[in-house]
């Protein structure tokens, strides 16, 4: 069975987990009647078997904890998607929560206080020359990112975007990810209707990297 374990080092008023994927077809069939008419159209367009049990476990996984705050049954859950893709709860707008997957894990994160954002990736792609297209003019100033630490820099943006509900790709160097000394992030950026943005890493597997983001 796919494994759900929950994070404790989190900021107060969100709560994280992090899911290990079993990939089986008994997982599959444990999860699937979950779904809805067209998150199994979706699941069916995966034409790995592996990407299917990611997408498959990790929605059962999110309609179970979403279940469980509202006081309903997962499969009565509607997920809507905003035109960004950032998903949400149209009859309980106060729960923002969130989800990544990448490899065998995926990690979900549900929020109380604000718009929450979170984003997991394996620290073995290669990422030769890509810190350049990501490195606001703040960060290029700063030199405080090596290409080295690239993954770690890409999952706090792309955290950020998440919890704003802004495309990636055309974002990446509006927002400033600035380390500072303990377990956080600062984040600089020039738009006063973003509002105040915080963001942190997130302890998970050997081999992967991740981070939280929160817009209040």
Not at 86 to 109: R, V
Request: glycine letters at 6%; hydrophobic letters at 45%.
């Amino acid at each position: 069975m796919t494994s759900l374990q929950r994070l404790e080092a989190v900021p107060e008023n969100i709560d994280a987990w992090l899911l290990e994927f079993a990939f089986t077809s008994a997982q599959l069939a444990h999860d699937w009647p979950l779904l809805s008419a067209a998150e199994q159209l979706r699941a069916r367009s995966f034409h790995h078997y592996q990407d299917r049990i990611r997408f498959v476990s990790a929605r059962a996984a999110l309609k179970r904890l979403l279940a469980e705050r509202v006081g309903t049954l997962p499969g009565r859950l509607t997920i809507s998607i905003t035109a960004s893709g950032k998903p949400y709860l149209a009859q309980h707008a106060e729960i923002q929560f969130n989800l990544s997957h990448a490899g065998s894990f995926a990690l979900i994160a549900l929020s109380s206080a604000g718009r929450v954002g979170i984003d997991i990736e394996r620290c073995n792609r290669d990422v030769t020359g890509l810190i350049h297209c990501v490195l606001s003019p703040l960060e290029r100033t700063r030199a405080c990112w090596p290409e080295k630490r690239f993954i770690d820099l890409w999952v706090a943006k792309e955290a950020v975007l998440k919890a704003l509900g802004l495309g990636i790709a055309e974002n990446l160097q509006d927002i400033s990810v600035l380390p500072e000394p303990g377990s956080r992030y600062c984040i600089a950026h020039e738009h006063p209707d973003w509002g105040n943005i915080r963001a942190w890493p997130i302890e998970v597997p050997e081999d992967y990297a991740a981070a939280l983001a929160l817009v209040h």
